[in-house]
């Protein structure tokens, strides 16, 4: 459990500014990571909308507090 939420945030904050990536580089670490997804038989979705109801139902529910 994080009991001093401002540290981790400061070092959140720090942690993103310390590693500023290019675009080139994001865009070679997002690829990496879709081609770790597949490897891992979880990505491309077969039914990319399964489970949705329950996300709107999650976010509706979080909206309104």
């Known amino acids: ?6 540290l981790l945030a ?3 904050r720090e942690q993103i500014q310390a590693e500023k990536l290019t675009y080139a580089e994001a865009l ?3 690829e990496a990571m879709w081609q770790e997804g ?4 979880v990505l491309p979705l077969e039914d990319p909308l399964e489970g949705i109801e329950v996300d709107i139902r999650v976010a509706r529910i979080l909206n309104h507090v």
Do not use: H, P, Q, T
């Not at 459990?1 to 401002?6: A, T």
């Not at 597949?38 to 038989?41: E, F, R, T």
């Open 38 to 41: 597949i490897a891992l038989g």
């Open 1 to 6: 459990m994080i009991k001093d939420v401002g």
């Open 10 to 12: 400061e070092f959140d």
């Open 28 to 30: 070679a670490f997002f």
